[in-house]
Every structure is written in C-alpha cells, then in structure tokens.
C-alpha cells in the first residue's frame, strides 16, 4: 500500500517526485510553490500495484498555515484526467471571540468542462465546499470534510458528493505490526470495488432512472487525455522524430513545444537559428488524445488530415491543439506559405523500398490498397462528399502518394526495428477499421480466438493421427499424455 508519483498530476515525468511534478503544474498556472510551503494531499493509496482515484485534493497552505488553495484532480473512468486549481475565499477575521467557532470553510465555483459520467452532459459547473483540517476551530483530530455540487447549465443542482472523515485518523509509524495488519485487513478491498461500484450505480440509473446517455467527447485542451496504448506509443514516437526533422530544416524563428498525454513536454528548434529568440513565445502543439495517432495512420496526406481538424468546430472530436495553425501546415506543405510568413520547410524526399524485404513491400502495397479503401478513418471530422451536380464532373488534384509524410520519414530515417514496428502498428489500424469497426483491441481479440481454435484443431489432427498409427489399444494407454499436451499446446 503506497502512494506513487506516477498515479498523479501531469504525465510523463516519471523522474519526478510529487513535490518536483506539483512545482511543474503550479508554475503553469502562474504560481509559485515557495507561496505554500505546507501541502497535504488527501487520496487513495495504491494496494497490490491498483490505484483508482475518481478525486484527490491536495491542500495547498501559506506560511501562516492558512489554506490558501486547493487543487482538484479529477480522474473518470476512461483514464482521462482534468486538474483544477482553486483560489477560495479566504477565512472570515473575527472581531471577537466566539463562544461557538466554526470551522473554516474554503469556498471555490467553477465551470465543468471534463467529461466524468455519461449521465451528464460537459456543461455546468461546480462549486466546492471544504473544511480546514488544520483550522484552529477544528476538532484537535484532523477531519476531512468536502462537499462537491454539480450544476446543471440552467444553474439547478444536479448532484450532491461529499467525502468525510468517519473516525480518528491513524500514523502508520505509531501502528505496530497488528494495528497495520488489521488497517490492511479493513481497507484492502475499498480500491478494488471503487469501478465496480461505478458500474452498479450506472446500471441503476440507466435501467431504473432510463436517463439520458452521453457519449464521452476528446477531451478538451486544459485536459489531460488517456494514456497512449503500446501501438500509439510506436506512432508517437516516428512523429516526434518526423515533427523536430521538419523544425530543424525549416526557418521557423520560434521554437515548437510538443506535449502528449503521454510524455513531458519537447522543445524542437530550428537549425538555421543560431540561438532561439527569448522574445517570441513557443509554438504550442499539443496532442489532447493519442488518438491522434490512430487517425494519422489512416492518412496519405497528413496536411489535409491536420487542415480538416484545425477548421471543425466541433471540440467534442478534436485530438490535438496548435496555437499557430498556418505555421503547422506550412512544415507538411511548404506550397501554402504566404508573403507574411518566414517558414520555408523540407520535407523528406519519396523513400526508396529497395532496402525492404520483399514480404515488407508486399505489406506496404497491402497498406496502400487500405488507405484508398478506408480514406475516411475517421468520418466526424473529414468533410462529407459533395453531392455532384449533373453534368458536373469533378476529379482529385491531389498528388497520388503511396506514401504519406511519416511514411516516407520513417522508411529513409528511421532504423530497421523500428520500420517494422511501425509497418505493422498501421497494419493493425487500418485492418480494425476495415475488420473491428475501428478497435484495435476488437482485433486482438480477434486474432487471439483464430491462434487459440488454430491451435486445438492442430492439437486434435495430431491425436487423431497418432490413435490410427498406434491403433486402440495403444492409443488407450497414450490417451491421458496426449489429453495433457493438448491443453499444453493450446494454452501456449
């Protein structure tokens, strides 16, 4: 039972304890940790390597000892993440003495916009009431006492959550071996029914209460989205090299900060600057969901996959945000730079196959035929075919690539392994959408059934071959061995 680091705050600095990746997110958000020199975090600890924590609170105190601030991490049940840092009111002064104190409440509003239950939509807000632990008006036993409402748009209370203190809290250094044995025999299952009980509840209110189903939107910039699958992980990192090889061959005078839910932020600069200039701010590229990389990996072209997504306006379906979108489309395609700009890019020249085996090129046509088939992966955000008017007939002036961007970046500079990595990764992809309905895992699953009946048939042609040589009585005697190899064989 532990609390660990990686279970909290932003993604991606695994080095970092909690005070260093508390001082990285405070400082994103103009503040300074120095400013609160006692910080308490308030959560569920890890038990047998699980941790589920739909809420913690970290506790934020000046140097009086006065809760100054309070910082909400919320988590849903898709693994998305949303941190809000909260300014309260501060505690009321007293005139004089109260022969009844009560204690002091920090009082905090704010606008929701994280997706947590399907039962709701991602309007409203909430508003946070929460006792001082520490407050001197609070019993000599610290007591944790944190009310949370929900609004709906129109400003009616939705819903009432509040966690509390139920007994006298406990030091494990004071508890001795039997007082941690009996904590742990108490608590231990409270983690691992917290997503069940998530469950059951749903089920209520879907069968019982029929109430309205949301589906879950992308995240939102100021988010933090799920963490990236194994297969996404592959695409990420052939795009990062591919991102920081078009900034560096480029003109850009600003360098371009890139953030995934997965990893700490990156600085890419331009190689024709001798020094980047302190005065222009960053180029803000930030992948909100590592479904970014899924989508990508259905594209030949990437710059009408970025230019399609930076023009929607539907928030609910976005996977990356760029603060200077017209640079961003200049490094994929140098064609569009304006007068106004001072970006003039390379990208990677048409990759040779000569280098591939022959099985590898087969699966790059493969590839392409899969592309063509399946060009709209992702139909909430690519544009709807027009409808084509009589005697109109109309054609695409696109360059016809077997090859998109990445593609060829990766098949000219990347090394062998990691060539095969990704080749199969976008194998993967576009199969799913042409097979699974786009789940990468549907196709797992898939392929584990076929390798699993595959097996068994193998495994019962082998025992039916052996009953004819050694005929029945002998076979009789094998019977058990060969029953055990074939459970063997299939669990293998």
Not at 46 to 57: A, D, E, Q
Request: net charge neutral; proline share 6%.
């Amino acid at each position: 039972m532990n609390v660990n680091a990686q279970d909290y705050l932003e993604r991606g600095y695994d080095g970092l304890g909690l005070k260093e990746k508390l001082k990285v997110y405070l400082e994103s958000q103009g503040e300074t940790i120095d400013d609160y020199p006692h910080i308490y975090l308030v959560t569920a600890p890890r038990f047998l390597g699980y941790s589920f924590n739909p809420v913690s609170f970290w506790y934020l105190y000046n140097d009086h000892k006065e809760l100054r601030a309070i910082v909400l991490e919320v988590n849903n049940t898709f693994g998305e993440r949303r941190l809000y840092f909260l300014k309260g009111s501060p505690a009321p002064e007293l005139d004089e003495p109260s022969t009844h104190p009560h204690p002091s409440n920090f009082n905090a509003t704010w606008l929701k916009d994280f997706h947590v239950s399907p039962f709701n939509s991602r309007k409203g807000s909430y508003a946070l009431n929460a006792i001082d632990p520490f407050s001197p008006f609070t019993s000599s036993t610290s007591k944790i006492d944190n009310t949370i409402t929900l609004s709906s748009s129109k400003a009616h209370a939705k819903l009432v959550a509040r966690v509390f203190s139920t007994g006298s809290s406990s030091d494990p250094a004071t508890l001795g071996y039997w007082g941690r044995l009996r904590f742990i025999a108490t608590w231990w299952w409270v983690g691992f029914m917290t997503f069940p009980r998530i469950l059951k509840e749903a089920a209520k209110l879907f069968f019982r209460r029929k109430l309205h189903v949301w589906y879950r939107p992308e995240v939102l910039k100021d988010s933090i989205g799920r963490a990236a699958t194994n297969d996404e992980i592959i695409i990420e990192s052939s795009f990062k090299s591919l991102m920081k090889h078009l900034v560096a061959t480029s003109t850009v005078e600003q360098p371009l900060k890139f953030t995934s839910s997965s990893s700490a932020a990156e600085y890419f600069y331009s190689s024709s600057k001798d020094s980047p200039n302190p005065q222009l701010p960053a180029i803000e590229f930030k992948i909100i969901s590592p479904l970014f990389f899924a989508r990508l990996a259905c594209h030949s072209h990437i710059s009408e996959f970025l230019s399609h997504e930076i023009l929607t306006d539907d928030d609910t379906n976005r996977t990356f945000y760029i603060s200077h979108p017209q640079i961003l489309l200049q490094l994929f395609d140098p064609s569009t730079t304006t007068t106004t700009t001072t970006t003039t890019t390379n990208l990677p020249s048409q990759s040779p196959t000569t280098h591939l085996s022959t099985l590898t090129r087969l699966q790059w046509r493969f590839l392409h035929w899969l592309r063509h088939r399946h060009r709209n992966c992702n139909p909430h955000t690519m544009p709807q075919e027009p409808q084509q008017q009589p005697n109109v007939q109309t054609s695409d002036i696109r360059h016809p690539s077997t090859y998109s961007h990445l593609d060829r970046f990766v098949l000219a500079h990347e090394p062998r392994d990691q060539i095969l990595q990704y080749t199969n990764v976008v194998t993967k992809i576009l199969l799913s959408h042409a097979l699974a309905f786009g789940s990468v895992g549907m196709l797992d699953a898939g392929f584990w059934l076929c390798k699993l009946v595959a097996s068994y048939l193998f495994v019962v042609a082998v025992r039916d071959c052996w009953a004819e040589v050694l005929g029945e009585e002998e076979w009789r005697i094998v019977r058990v061995c060969a029953g055990g190899a074939q459970v063997g064989c299939v669990g293998l």
